[in-house]
């Protein structure tokens, strides 16, 4: 191989790697690691009062799904169902057994954005559930 013909075999080789860097790659999976436990706050608005609950929740995740459960002091649970990225969406349930003994559940979607150290969340609206009505304007902040 001459010399001229081996300095371009390397330079096509350099060019084939570099796009094959800028493509990203799937198989090291996301950078952006949401598992662990976090704090924050369910902040909602009922009967015209903005209420906020202090909230912890625990988070696995295996490639970009991330799973876990949260529950907040006022003993409202949940489980998150979410897809890691900057631009977050996903889904909630979530549990309230009232002071008469009634539970009160439902699911709705959720959305917001993410970063290593913080999730703001918004949760759509929840129809309410016999006479189970639900708060409006939910939001979740958590951190770590």
Same mark, same amino acid.
């Given at each position: ?11 096509? =080789? ?8 800028? @493509? *990203?790659?799937? %198989? ?18 009922? %009967? *015209? ?76 609206? =929840?129809?309410?559930? *016999?006479? @189970? ?12």
């Amino acid at each position: 191989m001459t010399a001229k013909r081996t300095r371009l075999v390397v330079a096509a =080789l350099i060019v084939i790697a570099a796009a094959a860097a800028a @493509c *990203g790659g799937s %198989a090291a999976g996301p950078s952006l690691n949401l598992a662990g436990a976090w704090n924050g706050a369910l902040t909602f608005v009922t %009967a *015209g009062v903005t209420v906020t609950d202090s909230v912890t929740a625990t988070l696995s995740q295996s490639g970009s799904s991330v799973t876990g459960g949260w529950t907040s002091a006022g003993g409202t649970t949940g489980q998150l169902t979410l897809t890691a990225a900057a631009d977050i969406t996903g889904t909630t349930t979530i549990s309230q057994t009232t002071i008469t003994g009634q539970v009160c559940s439902g699911s709705t979607s959720v959305s917001g954005t993410a970063t290593s150290s913080r999730l703001e969340l918004s949760l759509g609206a =929840l129809t309410a559930t *016999g006479s @189970c009505p639900w708060a409006t304007n939910q939001q979740m902040v958590l951190t770590r």
